[in-house]
């Protein structure tokens, strides 16, 4: 009985606290940067862990760390880690409320006319559509990039061309797509429908990228940012969309791969991969979500009791701009990133034979300072986490373009939480950093110092709801 109820006792414990945290804890707006975080760890780091100790290995994606770790000796295995995740919630958390509460001098937005966003939206659509059309010439054509997708993804399958790197300019079109929604949002009349109309014509470009790409999940985010946005500018929670998009997340991640797996056709063709799912009943479908959910904290049990090297010291934070630039261009050899390392470290395979495997949060932290990385990179995470969210929540205010840098920021905060790996993070979201940045250096920045009293109101009454000029 102690093998199973202790740990669960454990983390059901870790998970109520969480949730009595967010709930009591005052929020800064409807949804916020901590909002974000405390959703992310409390699925990766309560939820996941209790279905492995409830579902074993069913429910686990590394055998390996799954078979060396939680099968003999398990319970302690869980509550070592279990309470080293605490320690790093508690630190994070922390950082957060130090950083993000008080006075402030920050910079409030004034943006430009309709029609400057109107140039960026098209630039970034045409930016993704470029770079979709070399990089499908690279692997032969469209056709069998979108057939070779997921093979592609996994490194299985790869091309020579030097242009391979376009693949990070594919989710421009994204980028697009979000700005053309914001301004459908927050104009009327026409202008409001042409930009409708905008964002429809990217969506098609969005669904075709992930198509090439190979991304279930590039889908995912960008539906969940879609969502955030508009419950922001709108200051309501919309609840029948987000039981559609949480239950057509989940047919993503069911389907998902067996659909990508399934183009290349023959005897494993589409039809029979997904017929084969749906005969294998509901059970094994709900495993298969949370096969994917469950990596963060395997990897973090893995990583914590197998990695002995020197500590890293957080140099994966700058090494993730270098990650970037294609290695042939680079005039010396580039350093090995962490998701090189912790690949082989979590499957046995070197990341040339698989997808790469990231250490998740957790991980990183260990591999950054070991046992003291814990409490020190929470606590640092968390502080960057609220001086983001000190300086862009005056930009997320009802019926404002600041909405969409706030959100992209505080959900790529937040969901550093899956992968642990700054390469990683700046590659796949690195289509959001280059539209934050653009919008914020478009717009006018006034200097202004506001208390934070965490009211929806504060804005307004500081002068930072646009006028009509500006809207």
Known sequence: MYHVFGPLGFYSTFGVLILVFEFLRRRHGL??????????????????????????????????????????????????VGALCLVCYVAIVTGFSLAAGGHSRRMRIEWPSPRIFAML?????????????????AYGGVAPAIINAALIRSGLETSDSSVVFLKHFIPFVNSAALLALVLALTQTGRAARGWLFAFSISLLAVIFGALLLGSRRGLIIFALACYFTVALIHERRYLAPAAVLAVGGGVMLIFGDQFFLGLRGGDDDVFSRLSTVVAQGAQAAYQGVWLGLTLPFLEAVGVINQHEGMPRWFADVPLSIVSLVPERLLPFERPAMLVELSTPMLTGYEKDWIAGVPPGLVGFFWYSGGLSGLPLGGL?????????????????????????????????WAYFTRSGDPSLLVNERFHWLALVVLLVMVG????????????????????LVPTDATR
Do not use: C, K
């Open 444 to 463: 006018r920045r006034i200097p202004a110092i506001v208390r934070d009293s965490g009211h929806p109101g504060t804005d307004a009454a500081a002068g």
């Open 121 to 137: 939206s098209v630039a970034f659509l045409f930016v993704g559509l470029l770079a979709i059309l070399i990089y499908t010439r």
């Open 380 to 412: 640092l995470f968390g502080v960057a986490g609220g001086l983001l969210e000190r300086f862009l929540r005056p930009m997320g205010g009802s019926g404002r373009v600041g909405v969409l840098p706030y959100v992209l920021v505080g959900f790529t």
């Open 31 to 80: 949804y916020d940067f901590l909002f974000f975080f405390n959703v992310t760890f409390f699925v990766y780091y309560v939820l996941a862990p209790i279905h492995l100790i409830v579902g074993g290995s069913d429910f686990s994606a590394l055998p390996l760390v799954f078979e060396r770790f939680l099968t003999h000796g398990a319970d302690r295995q869980y509550l070592i």
